[in-house]
């Protein structure tokens, strides 16, 4: 399976821009880029995918490089609710359903 | 949205019990339903994935014995942590996606904390 590089830890100011990276320099033409996070003591929550064009929805923007080795999310105005652990997936629903999560990043959000 | 709902959110157990930990589909069915488990300062480990009217497949290393798992209907699926001992204190978090998604988002539970004593 292609695998995802994240930072282990990044720090933000309150009510700043957050651009979270992944490297996925192995991924496949068919491979999807999801981000989920996990807010302390709760289970993950799907905040955004795309597959190579730009996307944004209400939580948070998703930028994919031109040969989409890279990507990355951004928050864009990050409030102390966004402090959490955001991991960066590829899934393929052509080979399988199931999520494997990486060790994603811990985001702190300084007030 | 799809939301799904655990129950316990929290157990406290003796070693040697079992405990059943529930996976509801509250407003969809879900053929697939996954289990995870987290130890505290780690990330999510897969478990196993719970197919409806068929058996689990486990992930490699998970002992299918201890951890029991069954998916009756197309909105609900349980753990059955069998004969629990201290180690197998964790939190313990289940997903689904619902049928014809055609985002193919999984939908997580808010998780259950199991200590065994």
């Known amino acids: 399976d292609a695998k995802t590089t994240q930072p282990n830890s990044m720090e933000s100011n309150e009510e700043e821009p957050v651009h979270l990276p992944c490297n996925h320099s192995?991924?496949?033409?068919?491979?999807?880029i999801h981000w989920y996070r996990q807010l302390p003591s709760q289970g993950p929550e799907y905040v955004i995918h795309g597959l190579t064009s730009n996307v944004n929805n209400r939580m948070a923007s998703l930028a994919i490089a031109e040969d989409r080795k890279s990507s990355t999310l951004i928050l864009h105005r990050a409030t102390l609710r966004d402090a959490a652990v955001y991991y960066c997936i590829l899934r393929d629903v052509t080979r399988d359903d199931k999520i494997i999560f990486g060790k994603g990043t811990r985001l702190h959000i300084l007030p | 949205g799809a939301v799904v709902s655990q129950h316990p959110s929290r157990v406290i157990c003796k070693s040697g019990t079992s405990v059943k930990i529930e996976c509801r589909s509250l407003d969809f069915q879900a053929t697939t339903m996954f289990w995870y488990r987290q130890f505290p300062k780690q990330s999510l480990m897969l478990m196993a994935t719970?197919?409806?009217?068929?058996?689990?497949?486990?992930e490699q290393g998970v002992e299918k014995d201890k951890f029991l798992i069954n998916h009756a209907s197309l909105t609900l699926s349980t753990l059955t942590v069998t004969s629990a001992h201290p180690e197998d204190s964790s939190f313990y978090i289940c997903?689904?996606?619902?049928?014809?998604?055609?985002?193919?988002?999984?939908?997580f539970g808010a998780g259950s904390r199991l200590t065994v004593l």
């Open positions: 719970s197919n409806e009217g068929s058996k689990a497949t486990y």
């Open positions: 997903s689904a996606r619902q049928v014809n998604s055609g985002a193919n988002v999984l939908t």
């Open positions: 192995t991924i496949s033409g068919t491979d999807y």
